[in-house]
């Protein structure tokens, strides 16, 4: 079956740090990978996807590239602010399927 | 306000209770989803409704009950829940292309409590 593992969390960086959060899956066809971000309080936001090898998905500063050798799509960031302190998902969608496929989550905290 | 919107935010049951949640979606989408989230765990697809037909059911208690009467709304019917079924309770939906690229909005989800 499919599955997404990340990183446990939390991470905690100071302002200004560099940010990696690291996402593997294992699927059995050739998924979309996505990220999801989760502010306290609110649902699930589209951060940012790839839908084939090699793609690299990015916005609001944030990065990842769909690596199929290592089935990897870990999220990146130059230099996080307090605004980004939030839950993020790493998130597949199998070929032909709907529904999404989620990791557990990441909790990011970036102090001042 | 994110167009997909889920009432209430809060609620607090006992386990010999019926209510129901509520989703609605102001995106003229045609699938919908229910999630649950429990703490420290993957969320969990539920149920997946296209064009208001039920096409997936991920071996849920037959204590959640869903319906959806038409495109923007979807509800959760919850009758003689257990404490562990305690968690957030997400929707979503998306516009179902049939090419499995169709990206998924969520609301903010139902926070549950099950006494």
């Not at chain 1, 309080?41 to 690596?67: I, M, P, V």
């Not at chain 1, 799509?73 to 998130?91: I, M, N, P, R, T």
């Not at chain 2, 562990?84 to 549950?112: H, K, M, P, V």
Request: glycine share 8%; with cysteine.
């Amino acid at each position: 079956g499919n599955s997404v593992t990340q990183m446990e969390g939390p991470v905690t960086l100071s302002e200004e740090a560099f940010l990696t959060i690291n996402c593997t899956y294992t699927a059995t066809g050739y998924p979309s990978l996505f990220w999801y971000v989760q502010y306290p309080g609110e649902g699930l936001q589209l951060l940012l996807k790839a839908t084939k090898a090699d793609d690299k998905g990015s916005n609001k500063g944030f990065e990842a590239t769909y690596r199929k050798e290592t089935t990897s799509f870990h999220l990146e960031k130059g230099s996080v602010q307090v605004s980004d302190s939030a839950v993020y998902f790493c998130a597949l969608r199998d070929t032909g399927r709907r529904a999404l496929t989620f990791g557990s989550g990441t909790r990011l905290q970036v102090q001042p | 306000e994110t167009g997909v919107t889920q009432t209430p935010r809060h609620l607090v049951m006992g386990m010999t209770n019926k209510k129901s949640l509520k989703c609605e979606q102001h995106l003229g989408h045609n699938a919908m989803y229910w999630y649950k989230q429990s703490a420290k765990k993957p969320l969990e697809l539920m149920f997946v409704y296209s064009l208001e037909e039920r096409v997936e059911n991920n071996s849920v208690p037959s204590r959640f009950s869903p319906e959806c009467p038409n495109s923007s709304h979807l509800f959760l019917h919850l009758h003689t829940l257990q404490p562990e079924d305690s968690a957030l309770y997400l929707c979503a939906s998306s516009q179902d292309n049939g090419q499995g690229l169709a990206i998924q909005y969520f609301g903010a989800g139902t926070r549950l409590s099950v006494l």
